[in-house]
């Protein structure tokens, strides 16, 4: 059991800008007056210098930004996030671990870990996720998925978080292949995260809402490239067992977890 205090801290300062500027950038009438401002602004400060490289790169930034939500860019770095990931073999193992992202990408999740878990492809279905975890259990029994068949966290506020909770959870109870189910641009970032945890894991991939908006479309993706250079600087893809660490990022010591996982 995780101890309640990691389920009741503060957002991160990170999340909430991180959060703030993706909302921003999804708001294309900001963008575009922040980058018009931007190429504007130069020439009417006639003793600024570099005016003409100022302009110049919000023109590029105002080129980008648009070229980011053309279906074929968005379809190309797509590809790049999913052409290393292993197909799935159609093996049992000893759970289906589902991950949250928020409520418009939770029905498609549900979806494939019900119909893996009908297919006996696992006992146990785990969901991860603060925001997330307890919903989607709650939509699993609604598809009829037994109870003593579910179990979750309702804490982790980040993908390694997902792995750490899932880990301490999951590792005592002697699971050790796991069926993974997100969205194909955060598959890669989360089998790398997941597997130097500990776990092996089989990625199953489920659907990006139809409905997701092309600006919305190209900043998650933006996003997991980001995080594969993130979490790759920071360590998180160098293999570990938790179950050799003297202390799980569990009840005891959540001043132990933050210092491991951030």
Not at 185 to 213: C, D, Y
Not at 256 to 262: G, I, N, T
């Amino acid at each position: 059991m995780l101890d309640p205090a990691l389920c009741d801290r503060p957002v991160s300062q990170w999340l909430v800008w991180k959060s703030m500027f993706s909302e921003w950038m999804m708001t294309p009438s900001l963008v575009v007056l922040a980058l018009v401002v931007l190429i504007l602004i130069p020439w009417m400060i006639p003793p600024l210098q570099w005016k003409r490289l100022l302009s110049g790169l919000g023109i590029f930034l105002l080129v980008v930004y648009f070229s980011a939500t053309f279906p074929l860019t968005i379809a190309l770095a797509k590809k790049g996030l999913v052409t290393f990931i292993p197909s799935d073999p159609g093996k049992t193992t000893d759970a289906i671990v589902v991950l949250g992202r928020g409520r418009i990408f939770r029905n498609s999740r549900v979806e494939v870990a019900a119909d893996l878990w009908k297919s006996h492809r696992a006992p146990l279905i785990f969901a991860s996720g603060a925001g997330d975890g307890s919903e989607i259990i709650e939509l699993l029994k609604a598809k009829g998925i037994p109870t003593d068949a579910l179990n979750e966290e309702h804490c982790s506020q980040t993908t390694k978080e997902n792995a750490l909770f899932t880990a301490s959870i999951l590792q005592p109870q002697g699971v050790k292949q796991i069926l993974l189910v997100t969205d194909s641009p955060h598959m890669l970032r989360s089998l790398l995260t997941f597997r130097n945890i500990g776990f092996e894991v089989i990625p199953h991939t489920s659907k990006i809402p139809p409905e997701l908006a092309p600006t919305k479309k190209a900043m998650l993706i933006f996003y997991e490239y980001m995080g594969l250079v993130g979490y790759g600087l920071q360590g998180h893809f160098i293999p570990h067992n938790l179950a050799k660490k003297e202390h799980l990022p569990v009840a005891k010591n959540a001043q132990v977890f933050s210092l491991e996982a951030q």
